[in-house]
């Protein structure tokens, strides 16, 4: 399958370098409007640069589109116009009508529209979900900290950040919302740095997500208690720790450790040679994305 990347920044280098070493994928080339970077890019791994991104569509059969937020609509409808499959980082669009639109877009012409939520792909999370699966979930606490990221300037910390762990709650809590409360804080620019929502689900779950680029240390833990334990996922570390409340004594449980964005992509090629059926498709990323503007609207 003829494969290309859209947007040489550090992150359309990882697709590059995860791409050129997967099996059953051809890497074509690279496209940014800054052509000295993607030639740079390009020459690295042996493919061929664009300047024009829809020139490199033309040539391939499926894309990364790993570009500004801003930007993502208009490139990604007019990859999928042309035929194309589309994996979309996140946030997708930023809004949830815009990403509705492309979605409906996608199934119109029967192409795969997967969004970049790697955190799914990530082995502590995996198992997490593992383990709740049968249990009654009572509460979610969810926390994802890190330092001012200076290459994000157009967006605030719900889209930059808490969009990975508000799809991650739709997953683990598949009710409906009741109510969502937030506060919000600028810190270091016009956007929310800081913001804190508390969600409530229907059939009585309760969670808390809380959101900071501005902290001193990263921190990606998700803590989920059911009627019969406290499962706590870190993340970051690629650990799980239990606490069974009939016993005093913590236990953890073993990770195989992947590559998630080798699994992201590998998921991305399986879905369009119908091998596999994910659950990670353009709609459950409306539904986070809906959900985010909730939030900011609360805060």
């Known amino acids: 399958m003829k494969f290309g990347v859209i947007g040489a ?7 590059i370098r995860i791409a050129a070493g997967l099996s059953g994928l051809n890497l074509v080339g ?10 740079e890019v390009a020459a690295k791994t042996g493919i061929t640069p664009f300047a024009d991104y ?8 499926a894309l990364s589109i790993v570009t500004p937020t801003k930007t993502h609509l208009t490139i990604a409808r007019d990859c999928l116009s042309l035929g194309k499959h589309v994996l979309l980082e996140k946030p997708f669009t930023g809004v949830s ?3 509705q639109a492309l979605a409906d877009l996608a199934k119109s012409k029967n192409l795969i529209l997967l969004v970049g939520f790697i955190e799914r792909f990530n082995p502590a999370f995996v198992k997490l979900r593992r383990l709740i699966k049968g249990e009654k979930v009572l509460g979610i606490d969810i926390k994802r900290f890190s330092p001012f990221p200076t290459r994000i300037t157009d967006t605030d910390v719900v889209f ?6 508000l799809d991650l709650l739709n997953v683990l809590v598949p009710f409906p919302i009741e109510e969502v409360r937030a506060e919000g804080k600028k810190v270091k620019s016009r956007f929310y740095d800081q913001v804190a929502a508390t969600i409530v689900f229907k059939h009585g779950v309760i969670a808390r997500v809380e959101g900071n680029r501005v902290a001193e240390d990263r921190v990606r833990k998700i803590s989920v208690t059911t009627e019969k334990l406290v499962i706590e996922s870190d993340l970051l570390n690629k650990a799980i720790y239990l606490r069974d409340f009939s016993s005093p004594v913590p236990s953890t449980t073993p990770i195989t450790p992947v590559d998630q964005l080798t699994a992201e992509l590998s998921s991305f090629l399986a879905m369009i040679k119908g091998k596999s059926v994910a659950d990670n498709d353009s709609g459950a990323a409306v539904k986070a994305i809906q959900l985010a503007e909730e939030v900011k609207k609360a805060c």
């Open 54 to 61: 829809q020139q490199l569509a033309a040539e391939v059969d």
């Open 9 to 15: 920044g550090s992150m359309g280098q990882n697709h």
């Open 160 to 165: 930059d950040m808490m969009i990975h762990d």
């Open 97 to 99: 009508t815009e990403a």
């Open 30 to 39: 690279i496209a940014d409007k800054d052509f000295a970077l993607a030639s």
